[in-house]
Structures are given as structure tokens and as C-alpha cells.
């Protein structure tokens, strides 16, 4: 049972984001053709797609849930740690020569 509503969950995911790829390649022709202005079109579009905190709070709270019981994996947006391999020495050579004030180069650092 479990199973069937996943797989039902999926399909539906996938769909919805089909058809809002679909729309939003169009969504310029769609003003032009349907003769909206700009701002009735953002209106309708915040409409649509947009999630209220009210909304969003429920579905924040049975993910936090479902991350604490252990059914669903934690949100990690960077990497372990411990994963890192870099020369982090050499990188703290660096940082310790440069100067007070002296402006951080992307380039100058790799």
C-alpha cells in the first residue's frame, strides 16, 4: 500500500514539474497571446505557485519530523567535513601572510 502511494507521489511530482517547465518556456507568449499586462500576469503567477508561511509551515514540520524519526535523510547543504581534500595547511599559509586589508583574490588563493 505503502509502495503504491510512493510511486503515486512520484508520478504526480514528476507531472507537476513537466508541466510547469512547459509553461514557463511559454510563459512570455502566454502574456502576449492572452494580452495580460505584466502585473496581472505576476499576480496570477503568485497565485499559482506561490506557498504562504501558513502553508509552508505544516510541510516544514512533517519533514523536520520525518528527518528526527529517522524516515527520511537530513538536508546537507555542504559537505562532510572530513570529506574536504584540499591542502588546508598551504591555505593557512596563505591566509597568514596576506596583509591586513589586502583584498582576497579567488584566483590569488587556489
Not at 24 to 35: A, G, V, Y
Not at 64 to 81: A, C, F, I, L, N
Request: charged share 45%.
Amino acid at each position: 500500500m505503502l509502495k503504491r502511494k510512493r510511486k503515486g507521489e512520484k508520478k504526480s511530482t514528476v507531472d507537476k514539474s513537466c508541466i510547469q517547465e512547459k509553461w514557463s518556456e511559454k510563459d512570455c507568449d502566454t502574456i502576449l497571446s492572452t494580452r495580460q499586462t505584466y502585473s496581472q500576469r505576476q499576480e496570477q503567477r503568485l497565485s499559482l505557485f506561490f506557498e504562504s508561511p501558513e502553508d509552508a509551515g505544516p510541510r516544514a514540520n512533517k519533514r523536520k519530523r520525518q528527518e528526527e524519526e529517522g524516515q527520511r535523510k537530513k538536508k546537507r547543504h555542504s559537505p562532510q567535513p572530513e570529506d574536504l581534500d584540499f591542502g588546508k595547511d598551504g591555505l593557512l599559509e596563505k591566509v597568514n601572510a596576506m596583509r591586513d586589508g589586502e583584498k582576497v583574490s579567488k584566483t590569488y588563493i587556489v
